[in-house]
């Protein structure tokens, strides 16, 4: 099995700064892919950041510019810096991965944890 911890969500005020990690676990060969997505009320799940075997990463429109993804295999491992948070980066923030193990390939979600703007 393989289990995400999440955490670096929290409250802050428009302009501000959070720093969100994501921790995989298990029988763990290698990592395919790792990233963000969020979920706001009345929203479908969408892309923030992720990265992907090679270094390629893949952000969201609405992010760029102001988030980095960083990590990968080295620890099974990623963070994101958020930068001039917004209100409208209010969200649940859900981390996601996709790990290769000695037997498959898995996809993997994290509970999600909450990421609130004031303004």
């Known amino acids: 099995q393989v289990e995400l911890m999440e955490s670096g969500g929290g409250l802050v005020q428009t302009g501000g700064s959070l720093r969100l990690s994501c921790t995989a676990s298990g029988s763990i060969v290698s990592i395919n892919s790792m990233g963000w997505y969020r979920q706001a009320p009345g929203n479908d799940r969408e892309l923030v950041a992720e990265?992907?075997?090679?270094?390629?990463?893949e952000y969201a429109d609405s992010v760029k510019d102001r988030f980095t993804i960083s990590g990968g295999n080295a620890q099974n491992t990623v963070s994101l810096q958020m930068n001039s948070l917004k209100p409208e980066d209010t969200a649940v923030y859900y981390c996601?991965?996709?790990?290769?193990?000695?037997?498959?390939?898995?996809?993997?979600w994290g509970q999600g944890t909450q990421v609130t703007v004031s303004s």
């Open positions: 990265i992907f075997t090679g270094s390629r990463t």
């Open positions: 996601h991965t996709v790990v290769t193990t000695m037997n498959a390939i898995i996809e993997t």
